[in-house]
């Protein structure tokens, strides 16, 4: 395996060439960010490989969105990464309309490939955005909901704030919020528990390189934010949002809605 910081570096493990390096293209220097881009080409491998009850929380997160919208909702997937949430979405709810935002450029890519090859002219539009930045919500359409999974506890407290204030400007009213995030609650180790979980799946992934690369970036770069389900379920309610409540819960794992 190479492993190279110099841009136009290739990373290559097995057959697979990773991506070549863009460092400087890229929007934002959120290491978050940067540690996506990077590999988003075998994000999916290692994803849905290693994250414990990673395709369980997108079906439930498909669910929700079939019992609380109508059948042709406008969706916006905060952080769609290679657009797993959205479709999985348009397996229940196929007339559903998504607008992509993500930091990185090359997963926005990967979403838009994805989702337009299955599902012809259900993406209606995409921005490579920092939500941590000010102005990510501008020019965004009006929707029925926002979906964003396994991105906003990369955020700050600040910025986490901040991007509930914004999401709940851009939703129409009665529209919702759906969420899966991780959680750390006082008195218990769940995160220690689902990482110990997540070690044992990635010693099973055959392809070692690809698990060795996606761990080594992400524990260099990746940083993650935690608090309990009930303080941001407090930040949520300040922001505007009502019926909040948890609909799945996996150890830290949790996917929480709110409405407008
Ligand atoms: C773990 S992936 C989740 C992707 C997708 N939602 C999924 O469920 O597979 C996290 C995604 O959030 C994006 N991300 C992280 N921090 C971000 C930020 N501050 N602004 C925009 N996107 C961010 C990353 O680029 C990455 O695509």
Redesign the pocket.
Known sequence: MQCSKKPGRIYQQSNIVIKELRRGTLM?Q?P??EC??LH?AV?DSF?FAAIPQ?ATS?DITAMAIERYLDPNPIII?L???????SAEILEKVPEAKFFL????AS?IDAAKKKLEMNSPGAVIGAHV????ADR?HEDLPDCDAIV????LE??DFK?YRAVLERCHEVLRPGGWLIV?EAYVEEESNMLGWFEELMEGKKSLIEDSKLADFVSMLRSKHEVHYYCSKSQKASWWREAGFDNVHVIWQYLCLGLMAGQK
């Open positions: 934002s959120d978050t960010i996506y881009d988003f994000y994803q990673y997108l997937d952080g769609c990464g290679t657009g797993n949430a935002i993500d930091g990185s997963m955005a920092d939500l941590s990510w964003s999974t396994f991105v990369h955020l910025s899966v």
